[in-house]
C-alpha cells in the first residue's frame, strides 16, 4: 500500500521539503497557468507578467493583478494545505512554494519559502519601499509609491527575472539535503523550480509526486499519486490517523 509507505518514509525522516505548484490550489477556486482553462491559455505573459509589460502599460498589467488578487482574496485554503501545516507541527518540513496565494500561510504553514513572491505584498519600481496591501480591488490603478514618484508594483517574479537570491538559495540547499522531497500540483515546467526535485534525486532522497497528470518527474519519482490535492489528502489522513 503507497500510503501506508508515505507515512512510514514520513515516521522516519529528518528533513522533509515540499514544493508546491499552482495545482494545489485549484480545488481552493484559483486557476493553474498550463492546461485545460489555465491561465496561459487565455492570457500571453509577454503581455501580463513581464517587467517591459509593466513599463509599457502598468494599467493594463494591474488590471490583471487586481483580477486575480479578487479571485485569491475569495479562495480558502483546502484540506492539503492544512495537512502541509499540520505535518510541519509535527515534523522538521520546510515548504517551498510558487504560488503567490498566500493560502499555505493562511492554512497555517510558517517555513514557507515564497520563490515567485506573493500577490499581496507590493513594491515600489523606484526606491525600495515595500508594504503588505490587500485592497480589494486596489483604491489606484496604477497604485503610487508614498515615499517617492514611482509606480508600485506586485511584488511577484515576472518571466525574464531572476528569481529572488537568498529563497533560491535556501531552496536548493534544503532540496539537496533533505531525505523526502514531495512534490504537489506543479507541472515542473518553470526553471529553477522545477529541477528542485531532480537535485533532490540526485542526492538519494525519497520523492513523492502528487498530480492527476503525469510530468517530467513521475516516472523517476520513487512514488507517484495520480490524483488531485485534496483527494490525495483525504487518504493520506486517513491512513495516517490509523497508525498514530
Ligand atoms: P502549472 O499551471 O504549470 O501546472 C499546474 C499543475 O497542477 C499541472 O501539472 C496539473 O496537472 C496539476 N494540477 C491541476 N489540478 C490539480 C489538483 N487539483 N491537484 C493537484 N495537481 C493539480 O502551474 P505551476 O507548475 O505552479 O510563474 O507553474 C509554475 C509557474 O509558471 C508559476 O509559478 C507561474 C507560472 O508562469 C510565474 O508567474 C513566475
Not at 537568498?166 to 522531497?181: I, Q, R, Y
Request: aromatic share 10%; charged share 30%; net charge negative.
Amino acid at each position: 500500500m503507497e500510503l501506508l509507505d508515505l507515512v512510514k518514509k514520513i515516521e522516519e525522516s529528518k528533513n522533509i521539503v515540499v514544493l508546491t505548484g499552482a495545482g494545489i490550489s485549484h480545488e481552493s477556486g484559483i486557476p493553474t497557468f498550463r492546461g485545460k482553462d489555465g491561465l496561459w491559455e487565455k492570457y500571453k505573459p509577454e503581455e501580463l507578467a513581464t517587467p517591459w509589460a509593466f513599463e509599457k502599460n502598468p494599467k493594463l498589467v494591474w488590471e490583471w493583478y487586481n483580477y486575480r488578487r479578487e479571485i485569491i482574496a475569495k479562495a480558502k485554503p483546502n484540506e492539503c494545505h492544512y495537512l502541509i501545516a499540520e505535518l510541519e507541527k509535527e515534523k522538521d518540513l520546510t515548504l517551498i512554494t510558487q504560488n503567490i496565494d498566500g493560502l499555505h500561510e493562511l492554512a497555517g504553514s510558517r517555513d514557507i519559502i515564497e520563490l515567485h513572491g506573493n500577490i499581496w505584498r507590493v513594491k515600489c519600481t523606484k526606491c525600495s519601499y515595500k508594504e503588505i496591501n490587500r485592497d480589494v480591488p486596489l483604491k489606484e490603478i496604477p497604485p503610487k509609491c508614498p515615499k517617492c514618484v514611482g509606480l508600485l508594483r506586485p511584488d511577484v517574479v515576472w518571466f525574464g527575472e531572476p528569481l529572488p537570491t537568498e529563497e533560491l538559495n535556501d531552496a536548493m540547499e534544503l532540496s539537496a539535503k533533505c531525505d523526502l522531497f514531495i512534490v504537489i500540483g506543479t507541472s515542473l515546467v518553470v526553471q529553477p523550480a522545477g529541477s528542485l526535485p531532480f537535485i533532490a534525486l540526485e542526492n538519494r532522497a525519497f520523492v513523492v509526486e502528487v498530480n492527476p497528470e503525469e510530468t517530467i518527474l513521475s516516472q523517476r519519482a520513487h512514488l507517484f499519486f495520480k490524483m488531485k490535492a485534496v483527494e490525495f489528502a483525504r487518504r493520506f489522513k486517513e491512513v495516517w490517523k490509523e497508525l498514530c
